[in-house]
């Protein structure tokens, strides 16, 4: 069985630093602590956290949307993770997250995973900045 997750976060940021925080190696690095291997080129794959994510990227429309594939073994069906980004004015950017068919088992985990290791480890590094 799989689940779906959604989200949205806004954070005091502007948009192109927003967007670089999931999709720049360098920036991942920043806020996560580990090195990243990421990439804007559709058919790339990319690792985060010493391998505990990796997929590949699909679509990149700079500083609008990403989607991404993560892998969950031997899957069927593709686990996709689809952000969107939206300036909000005065330096403000929400952030929607969609992340599908995550496999039941793992759905607890993935969800702590976003909120407190990925969006909200991005919003406090964008914030302090």
Do not use: C
């Not at 989200?7 to 925080?21: M, T």
């Not at 602590?33 to 985060?48: I, R």
């Not at 989607?67 to 950017?93: M, N």
Request: glycine share 6%; proline share 3%; charged share 30%.
């Amino acid at each position: 069985m799989y689940k779906d997750f959604k989200s949205r976060v806004k954070v005091k940021a502007e948009l192109e630093d927003a967007f670089a925080a999931f999709i720049n190696p360098f920036t991942i690095e920043l806020w996560s602590g580990y090195p990243a291997v990421m990439s804007d080129e559709p058919n790339s794959e990319f690792s985060l956290w010493e391998g505990d994510i990796v997929g590949k990227i699909l679509e990149v429309e700079d500083q609008k949307k990403i989607v991404q594939e993560w892998y969950f073994g031997e899957q069927t069906d593709a686990s996709i993770v689809t952000l969107k980004f939206f300036e909000q004015g005065g330096s403000k950017v929400q952030i929607d997250l969609e992340h599908t068919n995550i496999p039941e088992e793992a759905f607890d985990d993935i969800v702590e995973g976003w909120n407190d290791y990925y969006l909200g480890a991005i919003k406090t590094f964008l914030e302090v900045q």
